[in-house]
């Protein structure tokens, strides 16, 4: 079972240093848009240098040229997981995949289908899709598998036919994880990690339901607990 993903919501590096410090263990943590862009690539080195894990979540989304000369930049970074758009089309990811393996090639590069934060509603009348969301997802899913993408982000409530429709070796990293307690703050599907366990999910990626806990290590704890299955909510 994979350990769970923290995604570091914040901002400056000094609160990330004070909230990792917490941990005595090995982690695996994102490293989204916000976080980067405030600090550049040596939040990377700094948090690879306390131990963790590290999951790129800048979802490059351009034309293939510009797409791979970004991924040779971030292929020479020392970092596990990174991410493109999948609606950047085939050639783009595959671009990107060349880019960044060429740099790191024990590293996974993944591709996002739809938003977490995306509906049936959303996907009909703004992107005018003739396709469900679900079916949208299975689409791009096959489209990342096709590139030679290592796997997806999408919702838990897909990793299932994903694995059945793509492959059960094709990874599915899954946020949008809540305990029953928990808000769902700006997500719209929205599963607890037993469900994600259930529905087959390979990653979990949780943040604001650790990250503002008042003791995000016990809520940690009790994520990885259920995920693993050794525990109940």
Do not use: C
């Amino acid at each position: 079972m994979n350990t769970p993903i923290i995604a570091l919501d914040f901002r400056e590096y000094e609160t990330v240093k004070e909230f990792l410090g917490q941990f005595d263990e090995k982690l695996f943590v994102k490293v989204g848009l916000e976080l980067y862009l405030s600090n550049g690539p040596k939040i990377v080195e700094e948090i690879r240098q306390m131990g963790h894990d590290i999951f790129l979540d800048l979802k490059l989304y351009d034309i293939p040229n510009t797409v791979g000369k970004a991924m040779e930049g971030i292929g020479r970074l020392d970092i596990q997981m990174t991410n493109v758009h999948a609606q950047g089309g085939t050639a783009m990811m595959k671009r990107a995949l060349e880019s960044f393996k060429d740099g790191n090639p024990d590293g996974k590069l993944i591709a996002v289908t739809q938003l977490t934060s995306m509906t049936d509603e959303m996907v009909s009348r703004e992107q005018q899709s003739v396709l469900s969301l679900t079916e949208s997802v299975v689409h791009y899913s096959k489209l990342a598998h096709q590139a030679g993408l290592d796997g997806v982000v999408a919702s838990p409530l897909e990793s299932e036919i994903i694995h059945e429709k793509v492959g059960p070796e094709f990874l599915t990293v899954t946020p949008g994880i809540r305990l029953e307690e928990d808000s769902n703050d700006d997500q719209a599907r929205v599963v607890t990690p037993a469900d994600a366990r259930n529905k087959k999910s390979d990653y979990i990626v949780v943040g604001r339901s650790i990250t503002q806990d008042k003791d995000p290590v016990d809520k940690y704890n009790r994520i990885k607990s259920i995920w693993e299955g050794v525990t109940v909510e």
